[in-house]
């Protein structure tokens, strides 16, 4: 089966430092991958070439679309968290949805009705700078959704969250996987990484240093690898 | 260039910047300030009462000069690179839009604010003189009116430019308050500066004004009212010899390029720095 994201050679530098260096990694139709990593090991860089946010070497292809020439087409087919969420705070819950829908040529209708899901449709009419951390977790979520991308990227997606809500995300993490979709899945909660991914990428200073399936994690944390970041 | 990501972008920039506090002052005092100008445009001579329209075009030519320029950098300036440093620029790339829908998008919202602003504090002061007296005169305050949008516009795609290579919005500012000066105080000086020191030629001092846009505008309103710029000497006297009835048209296309080019180089640099 043919790679839904296919990046090859992908290097992003900041002044001297490559934040990533030369990381290939091909990533198939409905596999949830956890790039795995101790913080500054370069995942959310990685996410944020993925996306064609940020300029990079290397290639990358998302769905059939060159990242670097289609990021709008890329951008279309993804749906992203980013690991804090930044919204413009002086919009409403609803106007922040219908905007995001109206971009992703979605029906604002049926995004706002989405808001239900997520227990956020009594606060439609409330500023995003009043909603809790968790609520905002909850609308950065709920906007990734809308236009129903198959592949979704998600940074440190349960870091900011209550025990109760990191439960209930990880199941809805589960229905997507059932339901077909991609993902993409920063961490460095290893648990996580275990529990949620078909496949783990190691990342270590900007490279990847083990791409195998999550039962090899251990054997890795067992290694030298346990030195950058051992965790449950 | 997607139309309608260019549009949502333009109209949401046109919302933020119409509820933010600081341009609703600075759209407030510059009514304010028109109304005053046409207010108070004779008690210079010892009159009381409302100027009539070409006394206050004349009193309003120098307010706008100063003041036009300012608001537009700030407003271009803060832009990009007050999004950039809240992280609310990745929220935005990160949907299916280009550099170029949020560039444009950007600059279309806040031109049609700033066009906005100004056509309000004209319209404030030309109802007062309306009031006050008759018509005459209206065609080249209008005249004015057009063309200060223009000014704006120019130099809200100058304060994009500033802002597309700006991680923080202080610097940016800073630069564009640099800038303000240097186009607006010092241009004027400079240009006097350099034709004596340089000894330039009615020509030369005529392509140094298509050098700044505050100048080309003054130029342009002096032309558009007056229809010579022999006021101005020998180079404008060249102006008019040299590009006889191309001379509004080549200034407004001047006017024009002020607001391309600076666009330009702004994708450029915001394209290679992307949303970091």
Redesign the interface.
Do not use: E, F, I, N
């Given at each position: 089966m043919s790679a839904v994201v296919n990046a090859q050679a992908v290097v992003k530098r900041f002044g001297r430092v490559a934040a990533v260096d030369r990381v290939s990694v091909a990533i198939r139709p409905a596999e949830t991958v956890v790039l795995w990593g101790p913080n500054g090991a370069g995942k959310t860089t990685l996410l944020r070439c993925l996306l064609g946010v940020i300029p990079f070497d290397g290639a990358i292809e998302v769905c059939g679309h060159d990242v670097r020439r289609d990021g709008k087409g890329a951008r279309q087919v993804i749906g992203y968290v980013p690991q804090e969420i930044r919204l413009p705070g002086h919009q409403t819950v609803r106007e922040t949805v219908v905007f995001i829908a109206r971009l992703r040529r979605a029906s604002p209708r049926v995004a706002l009705d989405g808001l239900a899901a997520w227990d956020l449709a009594r606060c439609a009419g409330q500023r995003v700078q009043a909603l809790s951390g968790g609520m905002k977790q909850r609308l950065a979520l709920a906007l990734a959704l809308i236009g129903d991308p198959p592949v979704l990227l998600l940074d440190e997606p349960t870091s900011s969250l209550d025990l109760a809500a990191r439960r209930e995300l990880l199941e809805r993490l589960g229905r997507w996987q059932a339901d077909g979709k991609t993902l993409i899945i920063c961490s460095h909660h290893a648990a996580e990484a275990r529990r949620l991914a078909d496949r783990v990428v190691v990342l270590e200073r900007g490279r990847v240093a083990q791409d195998a399936a999550p039962e090899a994690l251990g054997a890795y944390l067992d290694g030298d690898g346990g030195s950058t970041g051992r965790e449950g | 260039m997607?139309a309608?990501?260019v549009f949502?972008i333009a109209h949401?920039e046109f919302r933020?910047l119409w509820?933010s506090r600081w341009f609703a002052v600075m759209a407030a005092a510059f009514a304010a300030l028109s109304l005053g100008l046409s207010a108070l445009g004779t008690a210079v001579v010892g009159l009381t009462g409302v100027a009539g329209f070409a006394r206050t075009t004349a009193s309003l030519l120098n307010l706008v000069m100063l003041i036009v320029p300012l608001m537009g950098l700030i407003m271009g300036a803060m832009s990009l690179a007050a999004e950039r440093e809240?992280?609310?620029l990745?929220?935005l790339?990160?949907?299916?839009?280009?550099a170029g829908?949020v560039l444009l998008g950007k600059w279309a919202g806040l031109a049609a604010a700033l066009a906005a602003a100004v056509t309000g504090g004209f319209a404030v002061s030309a109802l007062a003189i309306a009031r006050a007296g008759g018509a005459a005169g209206l065609r080249d305050y209008l005249a004015l009116a057009g063309l200060t949008v223009g000014l704006g516009w120019a130099h809200v795609a100058l304060g994009l430019w500033i802002s597309a290579g700006s991680r923080r919005s202080a610097p940016a500012l800073g630069l564009a308050i640099f800038l303000w000066m240097v186009i607006v105080l010092v241009g004027d000086l400079g240009v006097m500066g350099t034709a004596v020191v340089l000894q330039l030629k009615p020509a030369q001092l005529l392509w140094l004004g298509f050098g700044n846009p505050a100048q080309v505008f003054r130029l342009a309103v002096l032309q558009a009212i007056h229809g010579d710029l022999e006021m101005l000497g020998a180079a404008g006297a060249y102006a008019a010899s040299r590009l006889g009835p191309w001379l509004l048209p080549s200034l407004l296309g001047a006017l024009a390029v002020w607001i391309a080019a600076p666009l330009g180089a702004a994708f450029a640099l915001f394209?290679?720095?992307?949303?970091?």
């Open positions: - | 997607d309608t990501a949502l949401k933020d509820r809240h992280g609310t990745l929220a790339l990160a949907q299916p839009v280009t829908d394209r290679r720095r992307g949303a970091l």
